[in-house]
């Protein structure tokens, strides 16, 4: 780093970060061009990585989320600052400690619900330089084996009913006869 100094009195220094910053102190925040997908309950790795690789263990680490003020996740002077976390984050969020040095900065989250869909952010600071790249999420969740019953009978006719539960997003119902010939139902109640 190069400074313009002033001798008068005392000496003023004026630092010009953008003028003087070598190649090394630069980097690119790296995420993901194609949406991350996460299945309801299970665990998902948000990937983000500094380019070119140096480590990130005195960096500033903020992933965040459109709108949502408080961070997903902080790290900030090598220290994990988990009280300032968004409340449906805290227990469930982590980076990895030992992948820092190799600037992977990516996010662990564990148990993912269907409310985590959505824009994330990485942005890392270094007192000089920061970068941020955006990364979509998609929450899918695979509901319970439909269970067929019978529902009501009247004279000749019965009625059939179709349980299964846990589907995300909105799952679409076909019913089909033993040659697999789409029958038309008559009601269909989704929750
Ligand atoms: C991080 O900062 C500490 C203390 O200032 C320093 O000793 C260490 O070398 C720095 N690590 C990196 C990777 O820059
Ligand atoms: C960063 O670390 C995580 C966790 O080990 C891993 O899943 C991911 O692939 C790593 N990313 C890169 C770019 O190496």
Redesign the pocket.
Known sequence: MEFFCLTWNHIICIILPLISLSSSEKFTVLGSNHPIIAVVGEEVVLPCQLSPRM?A??NTIRWGRDQINSPVYLYEN?LHITDAQDQAYRGRTALFEEKL?LGNVSLGMKNVRVSDEGIYGCLVESLIWYDETKIKVIVTGTGSDPLIYLDDYEGKRIRLGCKSSGWYPKPEVTWTDGKSQKLTSVSETIE
């Open positions: 480590s263990k005195n090598t040095e």
